[in-house]
C-alpha cells in the first residue's frame, strides 16, 4: 500500500474531530437554532404530561412517564434528521458546500464533522429530557445494565439512520429558505402518527403502519419498553415491545439511508448546473 494510501483515512479522521469541533461551535453560536432544538420537545413535553398525567388504565404508567419516551426518541430525530435536513440545505445554498468541496478537505471530513455535531447535541439533548421527564413527570430510569445496553443501541442506531435520512432530504429543498418547510412537516406528521403526540392505542391502525416505515415509531416502541414498566406493553400495536424487530427496522434504515446519500446528496444546488 502506498504512503498516500496509508494516511489517507487517518487524515480524514483528523480533520473530520477539527471539522466536528468547528460544527459544534457553529451550532452553539446560532441561539436560535439552539433554543428551538432543544426547546421544542421539551415544550412539548411539559404541555402533554401536563394536560394528560393520569395514569393509563392497566398499564401501570402515567400519560406523562409515556409522553416522556416518546419525546425522547422525538428528541433524537430532532437533532439529527431536521438540523442536517435544515443545515445542509441552507449550506449547499449558500454555497458552503461548494467552497469546500474545491478545498483539499476529503468529503469524508466534511461528513464525519456532521457526526460529531450530531452526536453531541443528540447527547446533550437526550440527557436533557431524561432529566425533564425523571424530576418533573416520573420517568423512572433504568436500574439493570440491560435496559442502559438496549437505550445504547437504539439510540445509535435511531440516531445514525435519522441522520442519513437527514442528509438525503436536504437536497429536496429548492432554497435554503424553503427548507424548513420542507423539512418540518414531515417530522411533525410522523410525531402524530408514530406515538410520540398521542398514544399509539389511541391511533387507527393504518396510520401506524404508514408510520411504522420510519424509524420514529420504532424508536419510540424501543424506548417506550427502556423506561415503562413490562404492563405498558399492552398499549402497543403488537401486544409487545418487539426489540428485534426494532433493531432491523433501524439497521435497515441506517443501510437505506446511507444509499439514499450516496444516490441524492449534491454539493451545489440545481440551478447552479
Given amino acids: 500500500m502506498s504512503t498516500t494510501g496509508k494516511t489517507a483515512l487517518p487524515r480524514a479522521w483528523s480533520l473530520g474531530l477539527s471539522r466536528g469541533a468547528l460544527e459544534i461551535k457553529q451550532f452553539v453560536r446560532q441561539r ?8 421544542f420537545p421539551i415544550v412539548f413535553l411539559a404541555l402533554f404530561a401536563s394536560i394528560f398525567g393520569e395514569e393509563f388504565e392497566g398499564t401501570g404508567a402515567t400519560a406523562s412517564q409515556i409522553y ?14 431536521q438540523s442536517l435536513g435544515i443545515s445542509i440545505a441552507v449550506e449547499r445554498d449558500e454555497k458552503v458546500l461548494r467552497r469546500l468541496r474545491g478545498t483539499p478537505m476529503p468529503p469524508s471530513a466534511y461528513f464525519l464533522g456532521k457526526v460529531w455535531m450530531v ?59 424553503s427548507a424548513s418547510s420542507v423539512v ?19 391511533i387507527p391502525d393504518w396510520l401506524l403502519n404508514i408510520g411504522a416505515l420510519f424509524p420514529l415509531k420504532w424508536m419510540c416502541q424501543g424506548l417506550r419498553g427502556v423506561f415503562l414498566p413490562e404492563s405498558a406493553a399492552v398499549i402497543e400495536q403488537a401486544g ?3 426489540y428485534g424487530k426494532t433493531a432491523l427496522v433501524l439497521g435497515a434504515w441506517v443501510v437505506g439511508g446511507l444509499v439514499l446519500c450516496l444516490l441524492t446528496f449534491r454539493w451545489k444546488n440545481r440551478r447552479d448546473g
Avoid at 436560535?32 to 426547546?39: E, G, H, L
Fill in 32 to 39: 436560535d437554532a439552539v433554543i428551538f432544538t432543544f426547546a
Fill in 68 to 81: 416522556a419516551a416518546g419525546m425522547v426518541a422525538a428528541g433524537i430525530m430532532s437533532t439529527s434528521f
Fill in 119 to 177: 452526536l453531541a447535541t443528540g447527547l446533550a439533548e437526550t440527557a436533557v429530557l431524561l432529566l425533564v421527564g425523571s424530576t418533573l413527570f416520573g420517568l423512572d430510569l433504568p436500574t439493570s445494565v440491560s435496559k442502559w445496553l438496549t437505550f445504547a443501541w437504539i439510540f445509535v442506531l435511531g440516531l445514525a439512520g435519522c441522520a442519513l435520512l437527514g442528509i438525503a432530504i436536504s437536497s429536496l429543498p429548492k432554497s435554503g429558505k
Fill in 184 to 202: 418540518v412537516l414531515p417530522f411533525l406528521i410522523l410525531q402524530f402518527i408514530s406515538g410520540v403526540f398521542i398514544p399509539v392505542n389511541q
Fill in 240 to 242: 409487545g415491545w418487539e
